[in-house]
């Protein structure tokens, strides 16, 4: 069976981004000791960005500083940094 990693790399690839989302998601963690789990978070984050889910990278910056970067760097991106 693929790494979990894998199958994300292939759904991200494809544009699936709800599958590459949830299979990240499901072993992403902040500020982990494990390296591969706090790598999930920020690629997590950074997927969520590119799918242009505003609003859960929203809700998840009220307690995420990564997450409030990633959104802050995808308004400037989109040149809507009033937002």
């Known amino acids: 069976m693929p790494h979990w990693s894998e199958i994300a790399r292939v759904a991200q690839e494809r544009g699936d981004w709800d599958r590459a989302i949830a299979v990240v998601g499901a072993v992403a963690q902040c500020y982990s ?23 859960e990278l929203a809700a998840l910056g009220e307690r995420d500083v990564h997450a409030r970067r990633r959104l802050k760097r995808l308004l400037d991106e989109e040149g809507r940094r009033e937002d």
């Open 33 to 55: 000791a494990d390296h591969e789990r706090h790598n999930a978070h920020l690629w997590h984050l950074d997927l969520l960005a590119r799918a242009g889910r505003h609003v």
